[in-house]
């Protein structure tokens, strides 16, 4: 039986940049807490690790700030689109 293709829950979108949960397992059932992706296919060049980005400290409150830190680093740039190929 063919696997269904399922587009990953969307995090935000800031300045032309969506940003998608990555899942723990392959149900779709469970969110990594950290890691996020740019792409619907989840290809693992365009997932990052938000504790990686500039702001994130393991003092702040994650759900209330990784939303700003992502959003940061889509304005520098540190954070894009996938290349069209």
């Not at 779709?28 to 990052?48: A, G, I, K």
Request: glycine letters at 8%; proline letters at 6%.
């Amino acid at each position: 039986m063919p696997l269904k293709q399922v587009e990953p829950n969307l995090f935000l979108e800031h300045n032309g940049v969506k940003v998608y949960h990555t899942y723990v397992s392959e149900n779709f059932d469970e969110c990594s807490d950290y890691w996020y992706t740019t792409d619907v296919h989840e290809e693992p060049e365009n997932q990052f690790d938000v504790r990686g980005l500039p702001g994130w400290s393991k003092d702040i409150d994650h759900y209330e700030d990784t939303g700003n830190i992502i959003r940061a680093a889509i304005d520098a740039g540190t954070v894009k689109m996938p290349e069209e190929g």
